[in-house]
Every structure is written in C-alpha cells, then in structure tokens.
C-alpha cells in the first residue's frame, strides 16, 4: 500500500506547506513556478521540508517529463536510459558506428526529441554523486536536455562540483515551523488530544514525513492515536541509522558534545557508530573543521589544520582506511582544549552588523586611493586619535574579546 506521505503529498502550491519565503506571493520559486520558467536548481534543507514535493510541484506546472532518482543507487548509465527517452529525430552521430570508446561522447551529444516536453531530472542526494559522476550531468544540463533539480541535505557549496553549481540556482528550505506541522498533521484526518500534538511536532523536530509516519505507524498498532500510544510505537519501532532520520541527528549531536566534554571514547564510539552505518566520511570530516574553529579555537590553533588534514585525507582515500584518519582526528580534538571565544565574538559582532545596518567606517581608516579624498580627510593619521578605537562611532568602546 502507498505511504500514507505519498498520499496526501500536495499536488499543486496551494495545497503546499511552508516554505513562505520561496513560495509565498511574488516570491522566486512561486514566480518561476507560475511563469513556466525553465531551469536547473538545488533544494537544500533538512528532511521532510518539501523538497520532493516542491520538484514534482515544478515538473507538473512546466508540462515536463519526470525522472526521479536516488544518488545513493543511481550511476551513469540511469542517467543515460532516461536521455535516451522517447524517439530521436536526428542524432549527432556520424555515418558508420562509433567505437566503444566514444559511448559517452554520443550519450554525452544528446538527441533531439520527436516531443518538445522538458525533461526534468530529480536527484535526491545529489551530494552523494562523486565528481565524475556530476561531471558526466554537466553537459546534459548546459545543454538544457536536462532539466536537473537536485535535493541535499548538505551544503552544496562542498558538495556540487563548481562547474555544475554555477549552472543551477540554489534555494535553501526552512524547517518547517510548529504553525506548519499542525497545519500538516490535521491534513492526515488523525484525532489525537493536544498532549500528543504536541509531542509529535517536538519529536518530528520540523520533518513532515517523521510526524506523518509516526501517526501512520501508530493507526496500525493502535485503537487511538494518544500521548501513550504514540511513546509506546516510538519505543517498539526498530531502531537503526537512518542517514535522513532522527538516530542521525542523534548521533551525529552525541560525536559533537562528546568531543566538546573531552570524552574521546564516548566520540570515538559516536564515531564508530556513524563509520559502521556507512555515513558519508566527507560530512563527518566537515563537522569536525567546523567544531576545530567553533570549540577549540584560539585554545589550540592547529587543531583547524589538523582538521582540514584530515578532511583532505578522506576525500583522497576514502572508505574503508580513512576510518583511521577520522579516529586520528577525533582523539586529538577531544583531548585538545577548549576556547568558544572566536566563536562568541563572531555572533556578537553579526548581531551588531544586523542591528545598526552600514555605519560609517572612520575617516582615518578608510581607503584613500586619489588627492581629493585625502584631502576629505581619508586614510588621516589615527594617531591624532587619543582612544585608538577603530570602530565606527555608534560602537566606539564595544569589545567582543574579554581584554
């Protein structure tokens, strides 16, 4: 039987949950939805915020032909049987038969088809295909024969090769609000008291599909839907790595604040856990270059070298031997001391920048490239400046380092 998400997926941007700032009146993805307009983009947020739907949404409302793959599973030659959809009228192949050598060439060379239909290419995961295989997307769709649109939950900026990025348009999706999540719920046709909604949406964390399964499970088990019934169906569900799941994001939380208590062996299980379950090595690295500059900082300087080395090293060897690269790295930044101050300071000086917008930068430290703006008093001696404060006016005095 289809899930009970499949089945009460929105068809169309009325029916659509959330994601106001992309979908909402006169915003870009409602515009380019509304307009037909053709084009390649990624959809980057965390599960169940709607990038499925907002794909087959797009595909429907430009008339086109929809492809869905996985870039866990998928490879070159899924990418090729659905190039080679439909009739071609004419092909750029020469008379006589290509060697085999040059198969990639002519897929690569594309036909033209019988039917004008768009060709749309969903692509979950898109950060779990390698370079040669984004590569092999790229003339597909600087062609326009392809119409990709890919689906991650990891920055794409690390993920997508820059060729292919600079090609697409990026929007990045929201997690869905509570207001969203009981909007969502009530659309399954579920009674269940205000205890257990509120349960869900807290358990569910802004994942559509979490709350909807967890309510469908619970049907199935269950007489009623109530606070109970739903710890009790939580707690007899089988619980295993879910690399787009909440044991995750559990897992991935407990590595990070056990590295940040300086509890090697609890990171190096949290470590061994995520390494066992096949977890992309390429985004445990990335979290601990993070953790190196956000927890340790100014404590331990290298420890952002240490990092970047060992993410360089998992990108060049790979599974299974980078496991020692990752646990090398986890030891030493667990054991390495700790200073949140860069990080501090940089969250406070981001309020300031939002709070008070372009404040004037001092006249004595600006750039002073040409006479007149010397003589304006540009690039002026400072030290006729008593205080040395080189903050704008509205800040002079502020500190975000204890001095």
Not at 384 to 399: E, F, S, T, V
């Amino acid at each position: 039987m289809e899930p009970l998400a499949s089945r009460i997926r929105p068809a169309s941007l009325d029916e659509f949950v959330g994601q106001e700032h992309l979908v909402g009146p006169g915003k870009p993805l409602r515009l380019a939805i509304e307009q037909g307009h053709i084009f390649s983009f990624i959809l980057w947020g965390t599960p169940g915020t709607g990038k499925t739907t907002l794909a087959r949404i797009y595909a429907n409302a430009i008339n086109a032909e929809f492809h869905e793959l996985s870039a866990v599973s998928a490879g070159k030659e899924d990418i090729r049987k659905i190039i080679n959809t439909g009739k071609p009228t004419t092909t750029r192949r020469n008379a006589g038969s290509l060697p085999a050598s040059q198969e990639d060439q002519e897929a690569q060379a594309g036909s033209l088809r019988s039917d004008a239909r768009p060709r749309v290419l969903f692509l979950d995961e898109i950060h779990r295909f390698n370079k040669a295989q984004q590569d092999f997307l790229l003339p597909y769709v600087e062609s326009g024969e392809l119409v990709l649109i890919g689906a991650t939950t990891e920055n794409p900026s690390f993920e997508v090769i820059p060729a292919l990025l600079s090609r697409m348009r990026v929007f990045v999706l929201n997690e869905l609000t509570a207001d969203d999540m009981t909007t969502i719920i009530d659309r399954t046709g579920f009674e269940l008291p205000p205890d257990a909604r509120e349960w869900l949406i807290e358990m569910a964390n802004g994942d559509a599909r979490q709350a909807i399964t967890m309510l469908e499970n619970t049907s199935n088990l269950y007489d009623e839907i109530t606070l109970d019934t739903l710890n009790e169906t939580l707690q007899n569900k089988f619980l295993r790595y879910d690399k787009k799941g909440e044991e995750h994001y559990n897992v991935i939380s407990a590595f990070i604040k056990s590295m940040r208590a300086s509890k090697p062996d609890a990171a190096m299980y949290y470590l061994a856990r995520m390494i066992e379950a096949g977890e992309d090595p390429k985004f445990i690295a990335r979290r601990m270059v993070i953790f190196a500059s956000e927890d340790i900082g100014l404590a331990q300087p290298t420890a952002l070298v240490v990092a970047n080395a060992v993410f360089r090293a998992v990108e060049t060897i790979g599974y299974p031997e980078c496991s020692l690269n990752l646990a090398h790295g986890v030891a030493y930044l667990a054991r390495a001391p700790k200073d949140r101050s860069a990080n501090d300071a940089i969250g406070a000086a981001m309020e300031d920048a939002k709070k008070y917008g372009n404040l004037p930068v001092p006249m004595k430290i600006r750039n002073a490239p040409t006479k007149l703006m010397k003589q304006l008093g540009y690039g002026k001696d400072e030290g006729n400046d008593p205080d040395g404060d080189l903050m704008p006016a509205k800040l002079r005095g502020r500190r975000y380092f204890d001095q």
